[in-house]
């Protein structure tokens, strides 16, 4: 059963720009310009594009907060403009950089909110929370005020919040931003067991990758208000063409490496930028490197998202328009 | 599968929301004690000189146009406690313009509970309460003080008289307040019709010129949270000559005012989720 149905959803915006003294323009803006998609029960979705695709407008028409301009939109078999706090008590969002926890008091007060507001039976709720401080080591944390909370404890802290009322469909963006590697890993472990064992549905915007290779099965990626692409990671990967980065520090400066398969970017006294095909395995190459440079240290950079997005569109971009 | 709910359910559930919300603001501001401390003190300190003011004015005449300092004191106590009372309830939403800019309120919908219980219970504050213990202690005295037979319709009068005041103010509060969805930085409008207003209600209607009394009964019905039932109370002539019915206007004017402001609300709302700014 498709737990989000988007068909034909358009969105625009009215800008009124000043030119002149009196005149005033006024302009259509398109934000989201006939978007249709299905999520299924369970999936775990990436919703990626760059800045001002109109990711945050779909999230909006999505939880309600903003009306459609035309389409038709259905969350949990419910128009979430026309129903928005109804619809409320069944998804859970999560903003990577604003928190909804009470910045002065503990962190168990915010939960006994929600348990309140949410009108979560004490049963559901005693064991949701158990659940969630069990995973996301939230024990000691419970009576600590959130504003003494690291950024990483007090992220924990909101995807349990976001929990705690078995919400059919999770909103979550940039749930990883400015976290440190362990944090990170705690919430795509946490997010990745959610979605298996409760089947809760997430929705996941995102300028991290990983994040996407980890937990997603599908992508959809949004541009200038359309799906440029919507399928699993390797269709992203093969879209994009996408290049991992192999930066090798040697002992001493030396010209370009050259090996087969791999493009060196970039040299710069001992380190040189190798770039190489995303899908393909990274231990064949540092042993090639190893074997016949004198090789001091490593590291992999993974491809930005800009960079894959920018590369997909302007392949669709150099195609002959219709 | 999703049940729709009577309009009482609605109401209660608001009431409900608010006062949790509340709770956890207060809670949230008691952490700091000696902030809290000292904003009540300073609160108090305030509300006090205010009131020291009229009491000055009295030593120098024994009647203000006409009203005596114990007739003056009820209607500054009347109208702090109506202002207080809904300042308390919902003075908050004033930070309506704050939260469309940085578009926090977009948290307060993806919430189940309303959002006008959550934005007027934003930042409660205990602190609040300042303001309208002073303003209890001032109509108290006046009630002492004023020479009257105290028959039982005057007497049920007065907490009729302070239900309503408190229920228009705060719908005038959150009336003006939606303003803000169009002009996020409006908040003065707001604070002059409510602050001036209670200002212009602590003193006898006969001070001003008709045309003022005129606009608090037929504009922004604020005559009608002390003055005109003060009328009665204190048998007064009314300086306007309006029969005698507007006296007791004040139940059926608050709610009116309360459905003016629902509907603003309402609008406001609609305005933003389908512009989204």
Sequence with gaps: MAVIEVEDVRRTFTVRTRNGRWRREKREVRAVDGLTFQVEEGECVGYIGPNGAGKSTTVKMLTGILVPSGGRLRVAGVDPAARRAALARRIGVVFGQRTTLWWDLPLRDSYELARRIYRIPDARYRANLDRCVELLDLGALLDTPVRQLSLGQRMRGDLAAALLHDPAVLYLDEPTIGLDTISKTKVREFLRETNREQRTTVLLTTHDLTDIEQLCGRVMVIDHGRLVLDGPLEDLHAAGESERTLVVDLAAPHPPIELPGVRTVKVEGPRQWLAFPARQSAAPLVAAVAERYPLVDLSVREPAIEDVIARIYTGSAAEPAR | ?277
Aim: charged share 15%; proline share 4%.
């Design chain 2, 1 to 277: 599968m999703v049940e729709r709910e009577s309009l009482a359910a609605r109401a209660g559930w608001a009431v409900r929301s608010w006062w949790l919300i509340a709770g956890m603001w207060a809670r949230s501001m008691l952490t700091y004690r000696t902030s809290f401390l000292l904003g009540l003190a300073a609160n108090v300190l305030i509300t006090f000189l205010d009131f020291a003011v009229l009491i000055l004015m009295f030593r120098h005449t024994r009647q203000l146009a006409g009203w005596t300092l114990a007739e003056t004191g009820f209607l500054y106590g009347t109208s702090s406690v109506a202002l207080g009372g809904a300042n308390l309830l919902v003075g908050s939403v004033s930070g309506l313009g704050e939260r469309v800019r940085s578009g926090t309120l977009d948290t307060m919908l993806i919430r189940p509970a309303p959002a006008l219980a959550q934005l007027a219970a934003e930042r409660f504050s205990l602190r609040r309460l300042g303001r309208l213990v002073q303003a209890f202690v001032v109509l108290g005295w006046s009630l002492t003080a004023l020479d009257l037979r105290w028959t039982w319709d005057r007497v049920l009068m007065v907490p009729g008289l302070l239900l309503c005041g408190v229920v228009i103010f705060c719908a005038v509060l959150v009336g003006c307040s939606c303003v803000q969805f169009w002009w996020g930085d409006a908040a003065e409008l707001q604070n002059s019709v409510t602050y001036g207003g209670a200002t212009l209600l602590q003193y006898p209607p006969t001070v001003f010129a008709k045309e003022i009394v005129a606009g608090t009964v037929f504009g922004v019905p604020l005559a009608f949270v002390n003055w005109l039932p003060a009328l009665y109370v204190l048998d007064r002539p009314d300086p306007l000559g309006l029969p005698v019915a507007f006296e007791f206007a004040a139940p059926v004017v608050a709610v009116l005012c309360v459905l003016a402001a629902g509907l603003a609300w309402r609008t406001g709302l609609r305005a933003y989720r389908s512009t989204g700014s």
